[in-house]
């Protein structure tokens, strides 16, 4: 006879669908849909005030309100990846002050952002969403008020 598997009961208050009560004496279901992804681990930041904000501070700051607006973990952790490429290139405790519009250009033009490994050309998509997670994260340091303006430059040509 096949051994049975065990599911871990979850508390009453866990339970979101009413047709998935669970109960004490009844294993919780289990969920489809495959495996989690891993959020990004990031350090601890500092508080940050305006004038003050590092890139790993908006980073962290836009991937938690990223987090808080529902945002599904494999969103987040692929923002993460992508943010983690711009802090490698750009310096992580950077002031985004001292992160100037040319700069940011220079980074978009770059083979970090635009070539493979192999050094072959990235595809237009993966181009894009690098550059669109980047202005998206600047964008929300201004909004919230980190950055008077943020360094984002106008017009954004693919290579």
């Known amino acids: 006879m096949p051994k049975k598997k065990l599911a871990r009961a979850k508390p009453e208050a866990e339970t979101t669908k009413e047709t998935n009560v669970a109960t004490e004496s009844e294993p919780a279901p289990k969920k489809k849909g495959g495996r989690k992804k891993a959020v990004p681990e990031t350090t601890a930041v500092a508080p940050m005030q305006i004038g003050n ?6 980073a962290a700051g836009y991937l938690a ?29 950077t002031p985004v002050t001292e992160i100037t519009i040319d700069r940011v250009q220079m980074f978009f033009d770059s083979p970090r952002v635009t070539k493979l490994r192999s050094g072959k050309a990235k595809a237009k998509p993966s181009i894009d969403k690098t550059r669109r997670v980047l202005r998206l994260a600047l964008a929300w340091a201004q909004k919230s008020g980190l950055v008077e303006r943020a360094p984002i430059p106008e017009t954004v040509e693919a290579s």
Not at 65 to 88: D, V, W
């Open 53 to 58: 904000a590092t890139l790993a501070g908006v």
């Open 65 to 93: 309100h990223m987090e808080e607006a529902g945002k599904s973990s494999g969103t987040i952790a692929s923002y993460g990846m992508e943010l983690k490429t711009a802090m490698n290139e750009l310096g992580a405790e």
